[in-house]
Nanobody, 125 residues
Framework: QLQLVESGGGLVQPGGSLRLSCAASGFTSDYYAIGWFRQGPGKEREGVACISSSGSSTNYADSVKGRFTISRDGAKNTVSLQMNSLKPEDTGLYYC??????????????????WGQGTQVTVSS
């Protein structure tokens, strides 16, 4: 079963940057899209970004486009989320998620099939 372990959360001031990492292991299928969703205090769960197995396709929530970048290191089975120009509304628990796909170029992470324990991101002055 796919296992996902997040790291890199923390406290940052508005306008700052953070980089989240997700280490994936236990692949039982050829192709997995991997991404991130977040749960802010009192908010609905929100899909943030997703990257295809090949790394050639990505999807982003409108709220993070132009500020967040998702990338994938296939050799290390690691997916990173670079978050710039952070805002207080980006605060939340960020989860790495994975989903089996039929092709290597599908950046489709929902519905989520696997997820990690989550890492807290707090944007506050």
């Amino acid at each position: 079963q796919l296992q996902l372990v997040e790291s890199g959360g923390g406290l940052v001031q508005p306008g700052g940057s953070l980089r989240l990492s997700c280490a994936a292991s236990g692949f039982t299928s050829d192709y997995y899209a991997i991404g991130w969703f977040r749960q802010g205090p009192g908010k609905e769960r929100e899909g943030v970004a997703c990257i295809s197995s090949s790394g050639s396709s990505t999807n982003y929530a409108d709220s993070v486009k132009g500020r967040f970048t998702i990338s994938r290191d296939g050799a290390k089975n690691t997916v990173s989320l670079q978050m710039n120009s952070l805002k207080p509304e980006d605060t939340g628990l960020y989860y790495c998620v994975g989903k089996q796909t039929f092709t290597p170029d599908q950046a489709m992470c929902a519905p989520y099939e696997h997820w990690g324990q989550g890492t807290q991101v707090t944007v506050s002055s």
